[in-house]
């Protein structure tokens, strides 16, 4: 076999950074765009689950803040 026809073997291509990947997830999020309450049946439905959904992940998040600032300031 000669250099010429020696082909490389074949890598899996490394994985984004985790700062990319999060950057990616942030940017589609931010243009992605929001169902409104009109139209069918389903698109209603669409809409109260976003809805729902956006009111539970910002309850959980906030909720997981404020137990972060409540450990810090606990362990003065």
Known sequence: MSAVTWNRPVTAARPLPLRTRV??????V?????????????????YVAYLL????AWTVGSLAVLAVIGQALASF
């Open 30 to 46: 931010r243009w992605a765009p929001a169902p409104y309450f009109e139209g069918s049946a389903r698109q209603r439905a669409r």
């Open 53 to 56: 959904g956006s009111v539970l």
């Open 23 to 28: 950057r990616h997830v942030v940017e589609t």
